[in-house]
């Protein structure tokens, strides 16, 4: 077959892993593409800067359109992140007659349509497997082996950065700017992690998730999302004693009424796969209605294991697949029927609430008859003894476990139990993931 010429464009953190791949594997790849493979390009912000890999027979440059405008280049790897740049480069590629191989979760979340609109109008193929979960296959998984069934809902931890700091203060009691300070130490959290830990990462993630399982073309304002910045440690700590542990969770469920989706701290019941996910690893359960309950694990992020979803990719590339694939998957159409996305306070589940209240007799059975007036049960109840964890010598925490209860009723009865003068700081809740 004829030879595979491939531009990259970013030489960072995948960017790097990809080159490393490209030149110390060589062989392995041409073997298992069945056709020879040549890195002719590489587009950086700085061509001078010393690099730990060999760079050898490689054109460096600067300006990325080079790379583009080069007709002998078959393949574009978009190694360089942001949107902006990212989906420029990617459009001129596309209309070049180039394929185009990406981990940019931003990109292909806010702008899929706008990708994949041009990539069938010039008949070319987007690949994407390491734009959610690093080396964790699960776009194809979604895209093909699963592909018989309706899938009814994903529950996903799907940030390296949140779950290693959850981790840390699940372990060790930390509070939460230790543990990021932990994470940013040893290189799993950026200098600046806000994408991260507010949960726009994850909401990213989730929604290329909907659009391959659902066909639901969700934006990111769409998705309800509250970031692990803001958790305390005395909820993990709550959220131990009854049996759970607090992951930051992706959701999507489907039902007649719609699809659910949410990205927040929620308690996961210890023993269960996603509840025992620790440190930097990401994993996905997928429910489908013909192969029942799945889940795929692994390193979510990183150079070498998104690095392996790319270059995976690129070899879908280089033998055709990537290309039939395209042509057959109806990703972000615009004549795909739409879905609505379930309001969140129609949202049905259990919740985990904490209140801080003063130590005197009568006040959980008021704060329990507000919550009964809007036809929220409570499970179970944890208080522990005056000063434990609160300050001062008269707040205590109430701890809270309710049955099912509709979000509504539930924002409902918290208006009104904040209000109280025997409540002395506002109620902190979280959702309950079985």
Request: proline letters at 6%; hydrophobic letters at 45%; aromatic letters at 4%.
């Amino acid at each position: 077959m004829d030879e595979l010429t491939v531009g990259l464009i970013g030489l960072g953190t995948v960017g790097t892993g990809v080159a490393r791949l490209l030149t110390e594997h060589r062989d392995r790849l041409e073997r298992r593409a069945g056709r020879p493979i040549r890195w002719k390009w590489a587009a950086v912000r700085d061509p001078h800067k010393p690099r730990e890999i060999r760079l050898d027979g490689v054109r460096i440059v600067q300006d990325a359109g080079a790379i583009v405008n080069d007709p002998e280049v078959d393949v574009v790897i978009e190694a360089m992140g942001g949107t902006e740049d990212a989906l420029r480069y990617t459009l001129a590629a596309l209309d070049a007659g180039k394929d185009v191989v990406t981990a940019n979760k931003a990109l292909i979340a806010e702008h899929g349509r706008e990708v994949f609109e041009r990539a069938r109008e010039t008949d070319r193929a987007v690949a994407f497997e390491g734009s959610v979960g690093g080396g964790i296959p699960i776009v194809q998984s979604l895209g093909i082996a699963l592909a018989a069934n309706q899938v009814l809902a994903i529950a996903a931890i799907l940030n390296g950065t949140c779950n290693f700091i959850l981790t840390r203060m699940t372990a060790e009691g930390s509070p939460y700017e230790d543990a990021l300070k932990q994470a940013q130490k040893l290189g799993y959290a950026e200098a600046d992690p806000t994408l991260d830990v507010d949960g726009t990462d994850t909401a990213h993630k989730i929604a290329i998730l909907a659009q391959l399982a659902f066909e639901a073309d969700v934006r990111l304002g769409e998705i309800p999302r509250q970031g692990i910045d803001r958790l305390q440690a005395a909820d993990i700590k709550y959220a131990a004693e009854l049996g759970y542990a607090v992951k930051l969770l992706a959701l999507a469920k489907y039902s007649p009424a719609g699809l659910e989706m949410r990205v927040a701290p929620t308690l996961v019941r210890r023993g269960t796969p996603l509840a025992e996910v620790r440190g930097p690893y990401n994993a996905v359960r997928v429910v489908g209605d013909a192969v029942g309950d799945t889940l795929f694990y692994g390193r979510g992020a990183g150079s070498m294991p998104t690095a392996s979803a790319v270059v995976g990719d690129l070899l879908q590339v280089a033998t055709g697949r990537a290309a039939m694939v395209s042509r057959s998957r109806p990703l972000w159409r615009s004549t795909a029927p739409a879905i609505p996305i379930v309001s969140p306070r129609d949202v049905r589940s259990r919740y985990y609430l904490r209140f801080t209240i003063a130590d005197r007799p009568g006040v959980l059975g008021r704060l329990a008859q507000v919550l009964g007036d809007r036809g929220i049960s409570i499970a179970s109840v944890i208080q522990h003894e005056p000063g434990e964890d609160a300050p001062g010598p008269s707040p205590v925490p109430l701890v809270i476990m309710t049955h099912l209860a509709v979000q509504a009723d539930l924002h409902a009865a918290l208006d009104v139990i904040d209000r109280l003068e025997v409540v002395h700081a506002p109620s902190v809740w979280l959702g309950v993931e079985e």
